[in-house]
């Protein structure tokens, strides 16, 4: 089966937040997405609400329980007390963990599995207890990831970012490619499912597809919406299913 499509909503939140007005709605351009055929939604609250606002959650919640109910909801976050306390309260199916500095402008980075185990391992099975599924963001390297499964996590989601920013040298997109291959084989092999989102594109999703068919899926936000803007997010979000495979 092809990768879901989680369509990741904070960039639209980034341009409603340019203005003291309600538009553009991230909850109705959740609505179109999930519409045109996006398996879920994914949002990245950070501490200073500088994308999507804490108060956007519970109609984000709303919108799937009312209108798509077989969509599911992915919080991302550094999982500090603040952080955790909000994702009690939203429920969502997915919890993503990130190691984001609050003043990173995105993510950048994944867990060091070996040096941070101590630290995710109550994390996680706190957020295990309460039902929801986990991935933790990891780097595109195999070392350490077994780790993850080990501490509870139910899957990894792969930093594409060094891949996506060889869209214009072939040869050094093939090698990062090659990474991620890797390190997906290495976490499959453990038990974990595969994730993988940052600067996914419709050209590149094809060859990531291809070097991981088992994927399970991918959360993209800055390229979906940047593409919006040209095609509209209903035929952008069936350009990105198309790319995935669906």
Known sequence: MPAKLSVNL?????LRNRRDLPWPSVTELGRI???????????HPRPDQRHVRFSDLPELRALI???FPRAEFNIEGYPDEAFLALVEKTAPEQVTLVPDDPSQATSDHGWNFRAQAEFLRPVVQRLKRRGFR?????????DGVEIARALGADRIELYTGPYGSCHSDSAKAANELEKLGKTADVALAAGLDVNAGHDL??????????????????????ALTAEALEHGMAATVRRFLAACGW
């Open 201 to 222: 594109t419709v050209d590149n999703l094809p060859a990531l597809a291809r070097r991981i068919p088992r994927l399970a899926e991918v959360s993209i936000g800055h």
């Open 134 to 142: 986990v991935s933790l963001f990891a780097d595109p390297s195999p």
């Open 65 to 67: 329980d009312d209108a």
């Open 33 to 43: 997405a999930l519409s045109a055929g996006a398996h879920g939604l994914t949002v």
């Open 10 to 14: 904070n960039a639209v939140a980034m």
